[in-house]
């Protein structure tokens, strides 16, 4: 079967939507005539003309509140924020209107917005374009959190977002965009969201993490002398807290990564639901693998910044050394 | 009289209100002395001299982004009259915004250029700024500077100095909310500001015309009661000449201007663009012929204040100064977490220790 990328995973998704849904629209800046700036809608305005796929005045507050007007008159939107670094600019769209909309209007009405954002960092961008803000917006109740680490699960996680009737933030790491290839089915299918994944299984201790993290843990994993269950995430809000938890109860011991800064972020929250459901089951004190809470690294640094693999066996060493 | 509900009429009058500010033509001749600006020949000398400095730059840098010499880049080939003759108009106490593209002017304003390669490079060194350089960080977040200069311009009046804040913005940046905020605050207030909109043609790929309906950008200041002035961007003497008036007329308390310059950028956006995806060679051709460093080479020449040899001269003291830039740039040390950590605030929070500690020596090279 034919390897892809994922940016040409998510091309594919949003070409499948775009045939099949005249309803769904794609926008954003610099997405059209130049199919993005990393190229995730290459050749998409070419196919499905400027009234479906077009090019927006640089303004994030503009193309998420658009989003809003566009959603209101049956259209399913799905807005690209250029780099999720831009999303300042838009929070009140997604923090203050869309992800409370339902709730707002009584259950009555949905707002079916798919914003897709390129985040995290470890490619150099030039400054304030990375960051791993995710935790801002999974603090938001009825906005969902979708993160793709796989080619695979890029495609079926985008269709599954773009129908689903509540609105998602779709985040596409900036370093996974080109660095992983699998086989990708041309057809379509889907991921199922709010479901985690377990890229590999074992008994000894469970690594639970998402994105590029993913990645580092399952080479951690392989380094490593235990037997490593890791788990992915794919939707970081709400948590799948199910697959964890049994997770945990089998082994008994967790460490959890996450590229965002240590306080506040996803997996803080994720420790507080384990503390909870599994105290009784755990060997080992759950231990999370994080950057310190500082901006995100200045580009030339980011290596050191960012955990990496090596901190990861460290830390699942320490855990059953315990 | 107008009737009120003439759509053509009004927009064909708003397009009268702003004539392209233009004092020195193609061929080197002086189109307009009336406005001709004050300014004596050692100056002229000088801005020449910047503006090579500024096109060497921009070839140089370039090509050391393209060799992974420095990081990410953002050329400004085809603007050195818009950034540097409108930064030679201010005096060392004003105030710089830049964004990332305008580290030329920045650099002129006082930046050692090591600092601007940091910058580049991603290194915090970029941003701690020698004593006395009046200016913020290179802005990236687009539009929040033009907010920034609103309230700096503001900070001049409440403090009674006679001073300003010069901004830049592109024309895709005119798009942003934060641009409309800004240039409303700053006319709220009778801000100490100037707003410059350098107008290049595009955003990263979408064409100006994709940004607005509207028929100029300058004529957004209208909306904001603030004073507006079109300007030939590839025309140094106009654009000096208009800064100039600006400089005067904010400080004096009249409000702030908003000076839109029309220019192109000659290369890619960054060094991560591919502009054939959106524009041909013929417009690029185009602009190059009116391109701000041949009108300005054939005047000086025609006054007898130029000649090959000065030119060279310039050329070879880029060079110098950038490889001397690049020596401090590889003596520079490397970025830690420890230092991260001990930027974030100035009394280091308790549990700070705690994760210095778990991040202890990890040091870049
Ligand atoms: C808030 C924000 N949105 C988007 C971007 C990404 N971006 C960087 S430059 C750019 C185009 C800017 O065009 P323009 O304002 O015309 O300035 P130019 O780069 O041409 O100087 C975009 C979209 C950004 N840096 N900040």
């Known amino acids: 079967m034919r390897q892809l990328t994922i940016v040409q995973a998510l091309n594919e998704a949003l070409a499948i939507k775009l045939e099949e849904d005249g309803d769904t629209l794609v926008f954003g800046e610099d997405i059209g005539k130049n199919g993005g700036v990393f190229r995730v809608t290459d050749g998409l305005q070419d196919k499905f003309g400027g009234d479906r796929v077009f090019d927006t005045p640089l303004a994030e507050s503009g193309i998420l509140g658009m989003a809003i007007g566009l959603a209101e008159n049956k259209f399913r939107p799905v807005p690209e924020l250029q780099f999720f670094g831009f999303v300042l600019e838009a929070m009140d769209s997604i923090a203050g209107q869309m992800s409370r909309y339902r709730y707002r209007t009584g259950g009555a009405k949905n707002l079916p917005i798919t914003i897709r954002a390129p985040f995290g960092g470890g490619v150099h961008t030039p400054e304030l374009h990375s960051d791993s803000f995710e935790g801002m917006v999974t603090q938001v109740p009825g906005i969902r959190v979708v993160v793709p680490s796989s080619p695979y699960d890029a495609k079926g996680l985008l269709i599954s977002s773009i129908e689903s009737d509540d609105p998602v933030l779709f985040l596409e790491h900036l370093k996974l965009y080109r660095s992983v290839k699998e086989e990708v089915p041309k057809e379509k299918y889907t991921v199922p969201l709010d479901k985690a994944n377990i890229v590999r299984a074992g008994d000894g201790v469970t690594v639970v993490a998402y994105g590029q993290m993913v990645h580092e843990a399952v080479l951690a994993a392989e380094k490593s002398d235990a037997s490593v269950e890791v788990i992915d995430l794919r939707t970081i809000s709400p948590i799948d807290m199910d697959t964890i938890e049994k997770s945990v109860k089998k082994t008994g011991n967790v460490v959890v990564v996450q590229e965002a800064q240590r306080s506040s972020g996803v997996m803080g929250n994720l420790l507080g639901e384990i503390a909870e459901h599994c105290f009784m089951y755990l060997d080992s004190p759950p231990k999370r693998v994080t950057p310190p809470d500082t901006a995100f690294a200045f580009g030339a640094a980011e290596n050191i910044w960012i955990p990496d693999s090596v901190k990861i066996e460290e830390t699942i060493r320490e855990t059953l050394e315990f | ?365």
């Open chain 2, 1 to 365: 009289m107008l009737n009120p509900f003439d759509a053509e009429a009004q927009f064909e009058g708003i397009g009268k209100l702003y004539p392209v500010l233009r004092i020195l033509d193609e061929e080197g001749e002086i189109v307009d002395d009336t406005l001709y600006p004050d300014i004596s020949d050692d100056e002229l000398v000088e801005l020449m001299k910047r503006m090579v400095w500024g096109r060497i730059y921009d070839t140089r840098v370039t090509n050391l982004n393209r060799q992974g010499v420095l990081g990410n880049y953002a050329p400004s080939g085809g603007q050195e009259a818009s950034q540097l003759a409108s930064q030679f108009a201010l005096e060392p106490e004003d105030y710089l915004l830049p964004t990332y593209r305008d580290i030329p002017p920045l650099v002129m304003h006082g930046l050692p250029l090591h600092k601007a390669f940091l910058w580049y490079k991603g290194h915090v060194e970029g941003n701690l700024f020698p004593e006395g350089l009046n200016a913020m960080p290179p802005q990236v977040i687009i539009g929040a500077q033009i907010v920034q200069a609103a309230g700096l311009g503001l900070s001049f009046k409440l403090r009674k100095e006679n001073r300003v804040v010069l901004t830049y913005i592109g024309d895709g940046g005119s798009s942003q909310g934060d641009f409309y905020e800004g240039l409303n605050m700053a006319g709220s207030f009778d801000a100490k500001a100037i707003f410059i909109v350098q107008n290049n043609g595009f955003g990263i790929s979408t064409p100006r015309e994709v940004q607005t309906r509207a028929g100029t950008l300058v004529q957004k200041a209208a909306a904001a009661g603030v004073f507006g002035i079109q300007v030939d961007g590839m025309d140094p003497l106009a654009v000096y000449s208009a800064v100039k008036f600006a400089r005067k007329y904010a400080t004096e308390g009249c409000g702030p201007v908003l000076i839109e310059t029309l220019t192109y950028r000659y290369g890619p956006h960054t060094m991560s663009d591919d502009p054939a995806r959106y524009r041909d060679d013929e417009e690029l051709t185009a602009w190059e012929k009116k391109d701000q460093l041949i009108r300005m080479r054939k005047f000086l020449q025609k006054k007898g204040l130029w000649d090959d040899g000065i030119e060279s001269q310039t050329e070879e003291q880029v060079r110098i100064e950038i490889k001397e830039a690049l020596e401090k740039v590889r003596q520079t040390p490397g970025q830690t977490v420890d230092g991260f950590i001990d930027n974030m605030y100035s009394v280091k929070p308790e549990l700070y220790k705690r994760q210095q500690e778990s991040h202890a020596g990890r040091r870049h090279s």
